[in-house]
């Protein structure tokens, strides 16, 4: 599933060779693709236990998050995401919920908690919470009715 969400984040980010039938096909799976992200985005959640470190439910999630950042950063799509019930509602929870997380715990969501000395950030959840607010930010985007909800 995370190839899969890897693929199509390459497909959605290369903006000069979609075709609009290829936008189309896109855009009706962009449904689908903030449906699992509504139903999953708990499992990020479970990444600030040690041993969870490696969940998959976890990763595709990220991808998720990752391609419908893609997604309505491009125009064709984002009035279609903007408009879908409780994306918006679902990315500022989660967002709240990640805060308090990195609050209690190793803050395993932000770049500048997870570096110590000179290792590398390896951890998927890095830059999680940043995504999200690359998202909200997407959605309120000339969005008047979005913005008076954030």
């Given at each position: 599933r995370v190839t899969l969400l890897e693929l199509m984040m390459v497909k959605v980010s290369d903006k000069n060779?979609?075709?609009?039938?290829?936008?189309?096909?896109?855009?009706?799976?962009?449904?689908?693709?903030?449906?699992?992200?509504?139903?999953?985005?708990?499992?990020?959640?479970?990444?600030?236990?040690?041993?969870?470190?490696?969940?998959?439910?976890?990763?595709?999630?990220?991808?998720?998050?990752?391609?419908?950042?893609?997604?309505?950063?491009?125009?064709?799509?984002?009035?279609?995401?903007?408009?879908?019930?409780?994306?918006?509602e679902t990315a500022v929870d989660t967002l709240r919920l990640t805060h308090l997380a990195g609050k209690q715990a190793v803050n395993i969501f932000t770049a500048t908690h997870a570096v110590t000395g000179q290792e590398e950030i390896s951890h998927p959840a890095v830059g999680f919470k940043s995504h999200l607010i690359r998202l909200i930010g997407n959605l309120c985007y000339r969005n008047k009715e979005n913005q008076d909800k954030v």
């Open positions: 060779s979609v075709s609009s039938e290829e936008i189309n096909v896109l855009v009706r799976h962009a449904d689908f693709l903030a449906d699992c992200f509504q139903e999953k985005c708990g499992a990020v959640l479970k990444l600030t236990a040690a041993a969870a470190a490696e969940d998959e439910e976890a990763l595709v999630t990220i991808r998720l998050l990752d391609v419908l950042c893609e997604m309505t950063s491009n125009s064709s799509q984002l009035e279609h995401l903007q408009a879908f019930p409780g994306l918006l």
